[in-house]
Nanobody, 125 residues
Framework: QVQLVESGGGLVQAGGSLRLSCAAS????????MGWFRRAPGKEREVVAA????????AYADSVKGRFTISRDNAKNTVYLQMNSLKPDDTAVYYC??????????????????WGRGAQVTVSS
């Protein structure tokens, strides 16, 4: 089992940047595929980005491609989401998730077993 805690959310002006972190504990982090998701008010949950167990492969939603970067540091049991050129439409609660999976591809779906509690990101216009 793994526990996940997000940090780094906050309020930023449009065009600004934030970096979210997700610290994992309780299991062998390097055996887990990781993903970032978000839910905006009144909208469905959305897959934002995902990264495979080694960090060798990542994938992004079209809405964030070229602006967001997912990365991981297996020595620190942490996955990151660097968010640049933020827009008001990026306002949401951001969640990280983990799935025990050692596969080449990044996992861009909702079938993750472990979820964090979320971090609020608010982008003002």
């Amino acid at each position: 089992q793994v526990q996940l805690v997000e940090s780094g959310g906050g309020l930023v002006q449009a065009g600004g940047s934030l970096r979210l972190s997700c610290a994992a504990s309780g299991s062998i982090f390097s055996s887990y595929a990781m993903g970032w998701f978000r839910r905006a008010p009144g909208k469905e949950r959305e897959v934002v980005a995902a990264i495979n167990w080694s960090g060798g492969n990542s994938a992004y939603a079209d809405s964030v491609k070229g602006r967001f970067t997912i990365s991981r540091d297996n020595a620190k049991n942490t996955v990151y989401l660097q968010m640049n050129s933020l827009k008001p439409d990026d306002t949401a609660v951001y969640y990280c998730a983990a799935q025990l999976l050692r596969a080449p591809a990044a996992k861009m779906d909702f079938r993750y077993d472990y979820w964090g509690r979320g971090a609020q990101v608010t982008v003002s216009s």
